[in-house]
Structures are given as C-alpha cells and as structure tokens.
C-alpha cells in the first residue's frame, strides 16, 4: 500500500504557525511517528507553497499510488487547477484539513477538492491525517 501526504502552502511552518490553531508540533516530528506506526504503509510526504508544483505532484502519483491524502491548506478555498487534477487522476484522494474549516471565517467553507474527493477529514487536528490514513486500510 502506497500513500502520500500532500501538503499546500504554509503548512511547512506547522509547529511554529498560529499553534492556537494548527498545534505545536512540527510536521516532520509528526510523520516520522506515524511511519513508525503504520510500518506495513509506504508512507510518503510533499509540502509546496507553489500551486503549479502541487498539481504536478498530483499528476505525477496520482495514476500509481493506492492513495493521496490532500491539505491543499489555502488553495483549497481558491484554486480550480487543483480541483481539476483531483478529478482528472485515478488515485483516491482524501482531503484533510488540521482545524475544522467549518467553524472558521467564511471563505474557509468553500472547497473545490471536497467535490471530487473520496472523503474528508477535518478538525481533528494532526490526528485528521493519521485517521486519513486509516480509511485507506479499512476495506469499503
Ligand atoms: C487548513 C485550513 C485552511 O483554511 C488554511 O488555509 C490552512 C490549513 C487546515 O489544515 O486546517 O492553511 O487546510
């Protein structure tokens, strides 16, 4: 089982960026313990800040992968190319968000992945991704 953690634009500063709401824990610390965890997954992980780079990668696995777990982070709420690539590719792709977008400012409401994807994950903090991970374990 191969699956990658795809992770958009400022969520290379988890651990040091609004920890009110994002947590303290650097994204690093916290995928080398869910590798440890799930051993049986080829777990993989991209961060990009740069939109053109994230739907590359999503072309480039997205026919060979069993799964892609998406933050698409801001881009989620603003951006048609990204949508597109997840309804272009083969993948399953589950989207994730750390906060519950849902309880935020209004433009955080809207997602042009969510149509597209598999199913989502939110508001359960870093824990969202690891409970991401689990669906693709879990037989449907
Ligand atoms: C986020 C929520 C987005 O609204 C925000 O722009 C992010 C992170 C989350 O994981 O909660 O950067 O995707």
């Known amino acids: 089982m191969k ?8 969520l290379n500063l988890l651990g040091k960026r609004e920890t009110d709401v994002y947590g303290d824990q650097s994204f690093q610390d916290f995928f080398t313990e869910l590798q440890f965890k799930y051993k049986e997954v080829e777990l993989e992980q991209f961060q990009s800040n740069i939109e053109g780079e994230l739907i590359d990668k999503l072309q480039e696995v997205g026919y060979e992968y069993d799964g892609i777990i998406l933050n698409a982070a801001a881009y ?9 690539a997840v309804k272009a590719i083969e993948t399953p792709v589950v989207e994730v968000h750390i906060s519950n977008t849902f309880s935020r400012e209004d433009f955080r ?9 598999q ?3 939110l508001g359960f903090g870093l824990q ?6 689990q ?3 879990t037989d449907k």
């Open 76 to 84: 989620t709420h603003t951006s048609v190319g990204i949508g597109d």
């Open 128 to 133: 969202s991704y690891e409970l991401a991970v």
């Open 119 to 121: 199913g989502i994950v």
């Open 135 to 137: 669906s693709f374990l």
């Open 109 to 117: 409401h809207k997602s042009y992945i969510s149509p597209n994807a």
């Open 3 to 10: 699956i990658i953690i795809i992770n958009g634009p400022n």
